[in-house]
């Protein structure tokens, strides 16, 4: 069956009128990788002069993507040149990511396995470089960047969240980090870890609607944090699979407790005997 006229008609009409004109998703996602490499990984030695050369190539990918989204060429050269000036203390930030989970994770034995192997790692990377374009008011480059990062590790951070030093990610497939969340130093998170909104909708989308996480506070898996006045005080850990709606003072273990019963010999009750 052919495609109807009105329906080629609209569709065209409707992609002219984008306002994304015809920006290149795929062009960031080759952006986010090559900068990583060109950072981190070890099989990328260059000399100085290679670097400089690099460093300019990605100069020029962010301005034409920046240049997409922008008719004002003068603004775009100044993004991208903000970006590239902030890079360096984004980099330092990363480095202390990695040392943490150097430090604090018995399965890793070096830097360089960090570098190559850690999705936690990546997500955190992706996180910091999205936020940077986040923070000077660049929209849909840092969305793009972390759902590529998401689509990677499994791994969803907003890129308007606020995530302080030492960040450390562990296994980390299924956490989820909202946008107004603010997270402090020495922070560690395990896999299925939400920290959510307590309301989706629409109306609130301009107000604090996410958690707080001070400083060295360590949330197991499957943990979900939710509200925007929730607040988890600073050395608190919190236990696998909870719920918090609210407070939780400074210093505090939270956590389920499992009731163990040893079976004697007698049959299971009916409901307990299944089978998968």
């Keep these: 069956m052919e495609t109807s006229e009105y329906f080629i008609e609209k569709i065209f009409k409707k992609k002219q009128s984008n306002s994304i004109g ?30 400089r050369k690099d460093f300019a190539r990605l100069h020029n990918t962010l301005l034409n993507l920046i240049n997409s989204i922008t008719e004002d060429k003068i603004l775009a ?6 970006f590239f000036e902030a890079l360096p203390g984004i980099y330092d930030k990363l480095i202390l990511d990695a040392d943490a989970i150097l430090e604090f994770d018995p399965a890793t034995e070096s830097l360089e396995e960090i570098l190559l192997a850690y999705p936690g790692f ?18 849909i480059i840092p969305r793009i960047i972390s759902e590529y990062a998401h689509s990677k590790t499994g791994i969803d951070i907003h890129p308007g969240a606020k995530i302080g030093d030492h960040f450390f990610i562990d296994h980390g497939t299924g956490i989820v ?35 707080n996480i001070e400083d060295h506070v360590i949330i197991y898996s499957g943990a979900t944090i939710l509200g925007g006045n929730t607040t988890i005080g600073r050395e608190s850990i919190i236990g696998g699979n909870v719920w918090i709606t609210q407070d939780v003072p400074s210093h505090s273990l939270v956590y389920h407790k499992s009731e163990i019963k040893i079976k004697d010999n007698s049959s299971l009750p009916e409901s307990l005997t299944f089978v998968i």
């Design 22 to 51: 015809f920006f290149d998703k795929n062009t960031t996602e080759v952006f986010v990788k090559e900068l990583y490499k060109v950072l981190f990984l070890p099989q990328h030695i260059h000399t100085e002069d290679k670097l």
């Design 77 to 82: 050269e100044q993004q991208a040149d903000l």
């Design 122 to 139: 990546f997500a955190t990377y992706a996180y910091r470089i999205s936020h940077q374009l986040w923070n000077q008011e660049i929209k």
């Design 177 to 211: 980090i909202g946008e107004t969340t603010i997270i402090g130093n020495h922070v560690k998170l395990y896999q299925g870890v939400t920290l959510g909104a307590l309301h989706v909708s629409k109306e609130n989308a301009n107000q604090k609607r996410h958690p």
